[in-house]
T-cell receptor, first 114, second 111 residues
Framework: EAEVAQSPRYKITEKSQAVAFWCDPISGHATLYWYRQILGQGPELLVQFQDESVVDDSQLPKDRFSAERLKGVDSTLKIQPAELGDSAMYLC????????????FGPGTRLTVL | DAKTTQPPSMDCAEGRAANLPCNHSTISGNEYVYWYRQIHSQGPQYIIHGLKNNETNEMASLIITEDRKSSTLILPHATLRDTAVYYCIVRLKAAGNKLTFGGGTRVLVKP
């Protein structure tokens, strides 16, 4: 069964450093989401792509976060500089454009900022 | 998207049915009820969704009240592997609509 891939699974960094997360959605899925999940809370959307275009980044802290999906396939989420409050799970999800039923989530990247 | 209300936690005995309630009193006519679950340290997993009729699949059953203001997810024979946080989400059924997660219900299945 096709899966959403994410790497790394775990990342420890010091504040003020730069970090990057990678997501490879299920083949053929045009829509890609990045969510952030703080411990004990539900995931919250950071950014949504339709193919290579951003359709919603209203909750993305643009002073330090950036996201791209250059060829409309895989995607990278970057934080620079990282802050202590960025410690969280970063989840990527993808879905088909048509006949929608579900979003498929990857295993996530657990970020710890020291 | 309409807001949902779920109990923060519940316990269930292994082998018994688990009934997870969800209130969504402000749901609009074209919004669906979705259920996802998240096992510890994994990404959320889709379980089931419905509009107004009861739905069943290999994982669970979804019962939606006639006025659509509440629903119940039923895990017919809970196993230890069903221990997870269960999220009830109301949203339009269309590609490109984000999922708005609440706090969910933390379900602990006990032997």
């Amino acid at each position: 069964e096709a899966e959403v891939a994410q790497s790394p699974r775990y990342k420890i960094t010091e504040k003020s450093q730069a970090v990057a997360f990678w997501c490879d959605p299920i083949s053929g899925h045009a829509t890609l989401y990045w969510y952030r999940q703080i411990l004990g809370q539900g995931p919250e959307l950071l950014v949504q792509f339709q193919d290579e275009s951003v359709v919603d980044d209203s909750q993305l802290p643009k002073d330090r976060f950036s996201a791209e999906r250059l060829k409309g396939v895989d995607s990278t989420l970057k934080i620079q500089p990282a802050e202590l409050g960025d410690s969280a799970m970063y989840l990527c999800a993808s879905e088909q454009s048509a006949a929608y039923n579900e979003q498929f989530f990857g295993p996530g990247t657990r970020l710890t900022v020291l | 998207d309409a807001k949902t209300t779920q109990p923060p936690s519940m316990d269930c005995a292994e082998g018994r049915a688990a009934n997870l309630p969800c209130n969504h009193s402000t749901i609009s006519g074209n919004e669906y009820v979705y259920w996802y679950r998240q096992i510890h340290s994994q990404g959320p997993q889709y379980i089931i969704h419905g509009l107004k009729n009861n739905e069943t699949n290999e994982m669970a059953s979804l019962i939606i009240t006639e006025d659509r203001k509440s629903s119940t997810l039923i895990l017919p024979h809970a196993t230890l592997r069903d221990t997870a946080v269960y999220y009830c989400i109301v949203r339009l059924k269309a590609a490109g609509n984000k999922l708005t997660f609440g706090g969910g219900t933390r379900v602990l299945v006990k032997p």
